[in-house]
């Protein structure tokens, strides 16, 4: 059988190999360096314990295939020393069988690996969702608010495309807890919740940032449609009662809401936006209020209902993930070198 056969089927194991190990490396770039996808990282603590580990995989996938290209190097020159006989064929049918052996072990550990690194996702997506979310009504919270309220001002300054800020509160909070008690409350910032997560666009980042206070960050949103993004979480709420045995009482919210403007600040959105709810507060509660840039208007309920052929906000992933920080960075140029090394 010509040698020139054994180095081809050689050749392929080898290129099959350096698949497996560049399609295993590849996810854990994919999955761990997305950095934009997601509005905010896991706790710092947390991340760091992960990270050790995931680098600890990454050394002993290195580890486990520079020995593998060893022992290739070394059976190709042991073949390149043996003379033009029978010989040579066992020789290569020896080292094709040890190759074979050597590759099974190597997928074994690529497959233990890529197990490995499932756990750690799910690991991290836990503690993002402890970090970032809200335990009682499932929304996110003030951080992943922040987070996300910063990124959107970071495109609007390079973009120039509108975003608005809504600011909600529920009204008379505090006597509903006094007088049904804190699980009636609680269930009523449940039902908030649901009508926010069923009512605004998918583009859009509802959270709650306090106790009762909630906010929708509305992307690519003029003024006119933040109101009516305000007054459809509204007059959904307004329809919702809540109570025990006998008594029940009607919930409803304010709404302060801002558009961001040229020359302005981050701070002074938000300040713009709460100024409008106090307004709404201050109007009797249960209405909407805008700032205009000069002051709180209140918003008109005609002309706010979507038009009913309006198009439905595409199905856009909502951002989120985590952030690209040093230490990624590291993990980031670790793989990319070990990716380098096997080209």
């Given amino acids: 059988m010509p040698a020139a056969f054994y180095y081809v089927l050689i050749g392929i194991l080898l290129g099959a190999v350096q698949l497996a190990v560049g399609i295993v490396l590849g996810r854990l770039l994919g999955r761990y360096l997305g950095a934009d996808s997601r509005s905010c990282g896991p706790s710092s603590q947390g991340r760091r314990a992960v990270l050790r580990q995931i680098r600890g995989i990454t050394r002993r996938i290195e ?192 709404c302060g809401l801002a558009c961001v403007a040229e020359n302005e600040p981050p701070e002074a959105l938000i300040r713009r936006a709460d100024e409008a709810l106090y307004a709404a507060k201050d109007s009797g509660r249960n209405c909407s209020y805008m700032h205009d840039g000069r002051e709180p208007v209140p918003v008109a309920e005609r002309d706010l209902d979507d038009p009913p052929d309006a198009p439905r906000p595409a199905n856009e992933p909502r951002s989120g993930g985590l952030e690209r920080d040093a230490e990624y960075q590291v993990l980031a140029d670790s793989l990319r070198s070990a990716l380098a090394r096997l080209s």
């Fill in 63 to 254: 580890s486990d295939v520079a020995d593998y290209r060893r022992f290739l190097e070394s059976a190709s020159q042991g073949f390149l020393r043996l003379p033009q006989t029978d010989a040579l064929d066992e020789a290569v049918l020896d080292a094709v069988r040890r190759l074979v052996a050597a590759n099974q072990m190597l997928q074994e550990r690529l497959a233990g690996a890529e197990a490995q690194l499932a756990e750690q996702a799910k690991r991290i997506e836990e503690q993002w969702n402890q970090a970032n979310s809200d335990p009682l009504t499932g929304l996110a919270n003030r951080r992943a608010f922040d987070g996300e309220f910063s990124r959107q001002f970071a495109s609007w300054r390079r973009t120039r495309q509108p975003f608005s800020v809504v600011l909600l509160d529920l009204d008379h909070f505090k006597q509903i807890n006094d007088r049904f008690g804190h699980p009636v409350g609680d269930e009523a910032l449940v039902r908030v919740g649901r009508i926010l997560q069923g009512t605004v666009r998918e583009t859009d980042f509802p959270a709650r940032i306090g106790g009762e206070e909630f906010a929708v960050l509305c992307p690519h949103s003029d003024p006119e449609a933040a109101a009516r993004t305000a007054e459809r979480i509204r007059r959904a709420v307004a329809r919702v009662t809540i109570g025990k045995g006998a008594e029940w009482v009607r919930v409803s919210v304010s």
